[in-house]
């Protein structure tokens, strides 16, 4: 019965790839992208046809349901100039709303596609177990992916000591706020966890949101809040501890932290009631419009913050490191991930060579600058030099973001870090960290739900899949 069923999703899932093709076009865009081609045609610029492109070798790429303008910026920047770098193969990419479900379903059949898109480490780290993925040594040897990869998120990407996945970008939590609503209102930019407080109190009183976030249609947006109270709260070198097996979950730090999100939750500091009724884009749409002085959530957020801070409203929105705690004093950001990048173990060969080389492609800093230019929030490449990332012709939201992946970039090289679930936890602690709803809808008790954290983790921890944990030195 389960392998009937398993071969009835695959189906869906394969009749999806069918629909959808090599690209992402519509009626519409097939004839844009004509009028694009005599255009480019005109001013020298090489183009490839339908022609040009048949009889080459597919190389998939499966990608989640990017913003149209994003998927766009993603077929000029990447695969165009993958196709013109060569004449045998051609980079095709779906991009899948469903696309974690779909990877996985597709893999557990030995089937999907050459590149494997994940939602970070964790998501990677049953498919090592099950040999899905390919080692990647080899190819981190050829292209020098440690030398020019921070630290931390290359090692990251190991299991049991052999790479397996690159993050493509990093991500953290922190704090986006709209300038005009607190200048208005006579509010200063927070820099401690009272002062944020006070001002969200402030907001409830006149009758706006103390902060929009949502996780309407994608309940891991739990793991925003836990991670970060977990850093700020509990401590990174608390965290440390737990994560090496030094110190259990049921400390009273990890306690205090998991409290810490209930009191925020039953404050409606998380958007009150309407936090399981909003997306990220509809969170910012209201940040846009004044109805709440701060937007609590990822960094990777300046991407849809750019659909609705436009024109007039364009420089409205600016970000913050999350504020200083008592516990945590100085700048620290929590480490995340945007996406990981790997490559399906039953590939072709050939198309295995062609999907690290195409991998690399983003791991650069010209990459990380055009795509930024075009698509602001989610390509800060983890590189150790950012030095060659010119923002001078990028608009507000680009150049920022690029400001903030280099902050990181330098709280990383201090020690002065946290941990973001999705990267330094194992899988099925990482799903009791999304389920932290369960506390906030007092299902379940802090003490209960942290004695579930301890289970979880120390059957990973016993089976050694707990990702290599840096060292935070706080300085």
């Known amino acids: 019965m389960k392998k009937k069923i398993v071969s009835a999703i695959l189906s869906v899932v394969m009749v ?15 004839q844009d992208d004509s009028k694009k081609a005599e255009d480019d045609a005109k001013d020298g610029i090489t183009v490839l046809s339908d022609e040009d492109l048949e009889g080459r070798e597919e190389i998939t790429l499966w990608f989640w349901g990017a913003e149209p303008y994003a998927q766009e910026a993603f077929k000029e920047i990447l695969v165009d100039k993958y196709n013109k770098s060569q004449d045998k193969y051609q980079l095709c990419v779906e991009f899948r709303p469903s696309v974690d479900t779909d990877m996985t379903t ?7 596609p050459d590149i ?32 020019k990869i921070l ?21 953290t939590m922190g704090v986006f706020y709209n300038k005009k609503v607190l200048e208005d209102n006579g509010w200063k930019v927070p820099t401690t966890i009272e002062e944020m407080e006070n001002v969200m109190d402030q907001a409830l009183e006149k009758g706006l949101y103390a902060s929009v976030t949502g996780n309407k249609g994608w309940q891991p947006v739990n793991e925003n809040y836990a991670s970060l109270f977990l850093t700020h709260i509990a401590g990174p070198e608390t965290m440390y501890d737990v ?9 009273d730090n990890v306690v205090a932290a998991i409290e810490k999100t209930k009191d925020w939750w039953d404050k409606g500091y998380l958007a009150g009631e309407d936090y399981v009724n909003l997306n990220f884009s509809e969170s910012l749409q209201l940040l846009a419009d004044e109805k709440a002085p701060f937007f609590v959530g990822p960094s990777i957020a300046y991407q849809w913050a750019a659909s609705y801070f436009v024109d007039e409203k364009e420089e409205n929105i600016a970000f913050i490191p999350f504020p200083a705690t008592k516990q945590v004093p ?30 690399d492609m983003m791991m650069n800093a010209e990459f990380m600058q055009e795509m930024t230019s075009a698509w602001p929030g989610y390509w800060g490449t983890p590189l150790k030099d950012l030095s060659t990332v010119d923002t001078s ?40 960290i999304i389920n932290i709803d369960e506390v906030w809808f007092e299902t379940v008790s802090v003490e209960e739900y942290v004695e579930s954290l301890e289970k979880e983790f120390k059957t990973e921890y016993e089976k050694g899949i707990v990702p290599p944990i840096p060292k935070p030195t706080m300085k």
């Open 16 to 30: 999806m790839s069918l629909v959808v093709g090599c690209g992402v076009s519509t009626k519409k865009e097939e």
């Open 106 to 112: 597709a893999l557990a059949a030995n089937q999907g």
């Open 116 to 147: 494997v898109y994940g939602s970070g480490p964790a998501f990677v780290m049953p498919l090592v177990e099950a040999g899905k993925l390919e080692n990647m040594n080899r190819y981190a040897e050829k292209y020098g992916w440690e030398d």
């Open 151 to 171: 630290t931390p998120y290359y090692e990251a990407g190991k299991v049991k000591g052999d790479l397996y996945s690159l993050t493509n970008g990093v991500s």
């Open 243 to 251: 994560l090496t097996g030094k110190e259990s979950w049921k400390n």
């Open 330 to 359: 100085n700048t620290t950001y929590t480490l995340g991930s945007a996406c990981t990048l790997s490559i399906n173990a039953n590939a072709k060969e050939e198309h295995k060579d062609e999907a690290a080389k195409i991998i």
């Open 393 to 432: 012709n990028m608009n507000y939201l680009s150049s920022q973001y690029v400001e903030v992946v280099r902050d990181i970039s330098d709280a990383v090289n201090k020690g002065n870090f946290g941990y973001y679930d999705n990267v330094f936890f194992p899988p099925a602690t990482q799903q009791r």
